[in-house]
């Protein structure tokens, strides 16, 4: 386990930090989405961008859960790194 890990496990303990966690747990699966789209494509941020018309530190904004991507961009990255953008609803527990 890494120290960020040990450091994010111990936070969780926090009331306050574990909360924050949640209401951002959505940003971050759809921020992983991305860097997985990404990464599998064997691309860097840079060529993403590049391969979008975008910037750079736009691509890092949305996989660091920043800012959020619309779905009119989802698209665009599907189509820069040859994927298919799936988005369901699913029942919750």
Same mark, same amino acid.
């Given at each position: 386990?890494?120290?960020?890990?040990?450091?994010?496990?111990?936070?969780l303990?926090?009331?306050?930090?574990?909360?924050?966690?949640?209401?951002?747990a959505?940003e971050?699966? #759809?921020?992983?989405a #991305? #860097?997985?789209? +990404?990464?599998q494509a064997g691309?860097t941020?840079?060529?993403?961008? +590049?391969?979008?018309?975008?910037k750079?530190?736009?691509?890092?904004r949305?996989?660091s859960g920043?800012? $959020?991507?619309?779905?009119?961009?989802? +698209? +665009?990255?599907?189509?820069a790194?040859?994927?298919h953008l799936? #988005?369901?609803f699913?029942?919750? $527990?």
């Open positions: 386990m890494t120290k960020i890990d040990q450091l994010h496990q111990q936070w303990k926090e009331p306050e930090y574990k909360t924050a966690y949640e209401e951002m959505k971050f699966e #759809i921020a992983s #991305i #860097i997985a789209a +990404r990464t691309l941020q840079e060529e993403l961008a +590049r391969r979008m018309s975008a750079q530190s736009q691509v890092a949305w996989e920043e800012q $959020n991507a619309t779905i009119k961009t989802l +698209r +665009r990255i599907a189509e790194t040859g994927t799936k #988005i369901s699913e029942k919750s $527990n």
